[in-house]
């Protein structure tokens, strides 16, 4: 069988535009190594700007009670500190309980699934798409690439040269007793940790840091929250008092923040596989929805003859530089800010007697509900 849209990635930028295009009436078929539920490194955090989409391609959300997220705290490790109120905001879920709410609804309304298969191969055939997976080749008119940020089919030459550090992300779900409204985001040596609240009374714990201070400490996590993580009284705090729900945390290395490529001449790419945040933003999801609700909107407008297939690689792209390009470079900016010490002081310093500075650096990285 041939299919309109074949999507490779079932995470969430892949899932939501597998359900937008099956809605609209297209053949789909999601190619996804993993399988779900499972749980993914990141501090599930979403901006209220998806809000509204997320109910549209997933209903069931709606019954769910999820904390929302209006008030943010950042401390430095020396007991400085900046809290303001967030205009936006956000909310928490877990991706555990996320992608499948997801997945669920997309196999309801009918898109295929290809669970355990990894996409080894792309080929342009006039037309058509041929994709080589460990499992057979599945052929479509239109591919795209939500493959994350460690995606192995990338077109050679299309990706920003890597420099620079990369980063390790480290997660877990805790209980304690917090304000469910607020998100904290503390600085220690080498990174910054944030926590915020998830689905029933459970709040996600998560870290990311320069994987340097983990070599520093012969790679033991306890070691390097000791040694670098306790430096922020508050950090020491909570890791004390959290009753952690895993016994083991959930980890991520080989991270950076680089912009590629939104579009190629063999696949439209969305989510991280199109550029990564970095998460001192919180907002990579968002960018994945984003880009998931724009792209289902062109790639209709080109079935339903109203574009050319030049016009939607031209449209999407032009989309994808003008929305992410420079959040992307200020997430950069801002993770470097944030794993030394002095500079989050200044920053907090700057932010206690400049709240306005605050609120348009804030503003910059939550983008507009859609
Ligand atoms: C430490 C950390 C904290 C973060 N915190 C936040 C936050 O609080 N809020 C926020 O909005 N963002 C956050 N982010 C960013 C967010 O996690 C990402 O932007 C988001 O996961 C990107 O989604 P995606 O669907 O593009 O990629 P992914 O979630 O990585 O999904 C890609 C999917 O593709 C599949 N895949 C890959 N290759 C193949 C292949 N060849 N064949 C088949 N399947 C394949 C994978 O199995 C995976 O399921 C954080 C990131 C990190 C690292």
Same mark, same amino acid.
């Given at each position: 069988?041939?299919?309109?849209?074949?999507? @490779?990635?079932?995470?969430?930028?892949?899932?939501?535009?597998?359900?937008?295009?099956?809605?609209?009436?297209?053949?789909?078929?999601?190619?996804?190594?993993?399988? $779900?539920?499972?749980?993914?490194? %990141?501090?599930?955090?979403?901006?209220?700007?998806?809000?509204?989409?997320?109910?549209?391609? %997933? *209903?069931?959300?709606?019954?769910?009670?999820?904390?929302? @997220?209006?008030?943010?705290?950042?401390? /430095?490790?020396?007991?400085?500190?900046?809290?303001?109120?967030?205009?936006?905001?956000?909310?928490?879920?877990?991706?555990?309980?996320?992608?499948?709410?997801?997945?669920?609804?997309?196999?309801?309304?009918? #898109? #295929?699934?290809?669970?355990?298969?990894?996409?080894?191969?792309?080929?342009?055939?006039?037309?058509?798409?041929?994709?080589?997976?460990?499992?057979?080749?599945?052929?479509?008119?239109?591919?795209?690439?939500? =493959?994350?940020?460690?995606?192995? &089919?990338?077109? *050679?030459?299309?990706?920003?040269?890597?420099?620079?550090?990369?980063?390790?992300?480290?997660?877990?779900?805790?209980?304690?007793?917090?304000?469910?409204?607020? +998100?904290?985001?503390?600085?220690? *040596?080498?990174?910054?940790?944030? +926590?915020?609240?998830?689905?029933?009374?459970?709040?996600? &714990? %998560?870290?990311? !840091?320069?994987?340097?201070?983990?070599?520093?400490?012969?790679? /033991?996590? *306890?070691?390097?929250?000791? =040694?670098?993580?306790?430096?922020?009284?508050?950090?020491?705090?909570?890791?004390?008092?959290?009753?952690? !729900?895993?016994?083991?945390?959930?980890?991520?290395?080989?991270?950076?923040?680089? @912009?590629?490529?939104?579009?190629?001449?063999?696949?439209?790419?969305?989510?991280?596989?199109?550029?990564?945040?970095?998460? +001192?933003?919180?907002?990579?999801?968002?960018?994945?929805?984003?880009?998931?609700?724009?792209?289902?909107?062109?790639?209709?407008?080109?079935?339903?003859?109203?574009?050319?297939?030049?016009?939607?690689?031209?449209? $999407?792209?032009?989309?994808?530089?003008?929305?992410?390009?420079?959040?992307?470079?200020?997430?950069?900016?801002?993770?470097?800010? /944030?794993?030394?010490?002095?500079?989050?002081?200044?920053?907090?310093?700057?932010?206690?007697?400049?709240?306005?500075?605050?609120?348009? #650096?804030?503003?910059?990285?939550?983008?507009?509900?859609?």
């Amino acid at each position: 069988m041939k299919y309109d849209v074949a999507i @490779i990635g079932g995470g969430i930028a892949g899932l939501p535009l597998s359900i937008d295009l099956k809605k609209r009436g297209y053949n789909v078929a999601v190619i996804e190594k993993g399988n $779900y539920p499972r749980h993914k490194v %990141c501090g599930e955090y979403i901006s209220m700007e998806s809000y509204t989409y997320l109910q549209r391609v %997933c *209903p069931a959300l709606t019954e769910l009670k999820l904390p929302v @997220i209006s008030n943010f705290k950042l401390t /430095s490790g020396d007991n400085k500190e900046f809290t303001t109120k967030l205009d936006l905001g956000g909310f928490g879920i877990s991706r555990y309980l996320l992608e499948d709410m997801l997945f669920k609804e997309a196999e309801k309304l009918g #898109v #295929v699934f290809m669970l355990n298969t990894k996409a080894q191969d792309i080929n342009n055939v006039g037309e058509e798409y041929v994709i080589k997976t460990n499992k057979g080749d599945i052929t479509a008119s239109l591919l795209c690439n939500a =493959t994350g940020r460690k995606s192995n &089919l990338r077109t *050679p030459g299309k990706t920003e040269a890597h420099k620079g550090p990369n980063y390790v992300g480290i997660k877990y779900h805790v209980k304690l007793p917090r304000n469910a409204d607020l +998100i904290e985001i503390h600085n220690f *040596p080498g990174g910054y940790c944030g +926590i915020s609240n998830i689905e029933d009374d459970k709040a996600c &714990l %998560c870290y990311i !840091v320069n994987s340097e201070y983990l070599n520093k400490v012969n790679n /033991s996590i *306890p070691e390097l929250e000791k =040694t670098y993580l306790f430096k922020n009284k508050n950090l020491k705090k909570i890791f004390t008092a959290a009753e952690f !729900v895993f016994n083991e945390p959930v980890t991520v290395s080989g991270i950076n923040f680089l @912009i590629k490529e939104p579009v190629t001449d063999d696949s439209f790419y969305l989510g991280d596989a199109a550029g990564s945040m970095a998460p +001192i933003i919180g907002n990579g999801m968002s960018m994945g929805l984003r880009s998931a609700s724009v792209l289902a909107d062109t790639i209709d407008h080109y079935f339903s003859g109203k574009i050319t297939k030049h016009e939607l690689a031209d449209n $999407y792209q032009g989309f994808w530089r003008k929305e992410f390009s420079s959040r992307i470079k200020l997430s950069r900016y801002l993770q470097k800010l /944030s794993e030394y010490s002095f500079l989050t002081r200044r920053t907090i310093d700057l932010f206690n007697v400049f709240p306005a500075l605050a609120k348009g #650096v804030i503003k910059q990285t939550h983008g507009k509900p859609f």
